[in-house]
């Protein structure tokens, strides 16, 4: 891929895990167009593989691995295997997460007369399935926080290193229908926060992007109809976002590369960037 500007990562390992989608699939590119090794982490090994071959047949070197960001063996598994073939890891872009429909309500707003009516067919808050949400919580907040453990550790007894978390839109302003997702996005930008203290004297800077509204594999059938048609929803998110448009992948990639450089952002730890076409500081009015 072409990157909007180059810093130097010769010599650097980056884990991305997620990597196998849209997304930090993009993210994996970039830092290798960059001249970091990238081992591209995800729960899809096929997907890994694709990204990673294509960043090799680019020229640059990858690997693609298994990984299950909640389970701590496979993650262990995963910097082993990492650390053999490419090295220790000197970046960690916690890019794994998702949604789940058992964290999601039906409707927008309660309606008190739904909660009356027998064999409903649609999801009240009342109905919410905790292990939907327990779910959700886990792959995004737990899914951060357990390849954190795993893949930092070498960075901390060499006093170096980077990590970047994805947080969401999600997290600044509670989007309706996804309690559990908007929950567990807010939790990611407060670990954030909190690692960041948590490492500064270990050398770590820790930091976290916030996408807005971009089209993926997860969302593509809630945003657009089969003709490509915005749906109801994706247009109320145009509506909300100034500058009228989904996000691209390529639209990520300055900001990962200026938090993953350290001679670019030195002293820049604990903040959340949102990139989300002005969504955040839209009132509605």
Not at 73 to 85: D, G, P, W, Y
Not at 181 to 190: F, H, I, P, R
């Amino acid at each position: 891929m072409t990157v909007p500007f180059k810093v130097d990562l010769k010599g650097k390992v980056a884990v991305v895990t997620g990597g196998g989608g849209v997304l930090c699939g993009a993210m994996a590119k970039a830092l290798a167009e960059c001249g970091a090794a990238v081992a591209v982490a995800d729960l899809k090994v096929e997907a890994a593989n694709a990204v990673a071959k294509a960043i090799t047949d680019a020229g640059g070197r990858a690997m693609g691995v298994a990984c299950n960001v909640l389970d701590r063996a496979s993650l262990e598994a995963a910097n082993a295997e990492i650390e053999k073939v490419l090295g220790p890891v000197d970046i960690l872009i916690n890019g794994a997460g998702g949604n789940h429909p058992k964290g999601t309500t039906a409707m927008e707003h309660l309606n008190p007369d739904d909660l009356t009516k027998e064999n409903r067919d649609f999801v009240t808050f009342y109905d919410l399935d905790p292990k939907g949400i327990e779910f959700v919580f886990n792959l995004n907040f737990l899914g951060t926080l357990l390849p954190t453990q795993a893949f930092t550790k070498a960075m901390a007894k060499r006093r170096r290193g980077v990590v970047i978390n994805i947080s969401s839109m999600n997290a600044f302003k509670p989007l309706t229908k996804i309690p559990a997702y908007s929950g567990a996005k807010a939790a990611v930008s407060n670990f954030t926060q909190w690692l960041a203290v948590h490492m500064s004297r270990a050398g770590i800077r820790v930091n976290a992007i916030a996408p807005g509204f971009f089209l993926t594999d997860q969302n593509r059938a809630l945003l657009t109809k089969p003709d490509g048609a915005l749906t109801p929803r994706a247009q109320t998110i145009m509506a909300h976002t100034p500058m009228g448009q989904f996000g691209k992948p390529e639209d990520l990639v300055g900001a990962l590369l200026w938090l993953v450089s350290d001679d670019a952002s030195r002293f820049v730890t604990g903040t959340i960037i949102p990139i989300d076409g002005g969504f955040s500081a839209f009132s509605g009015v």
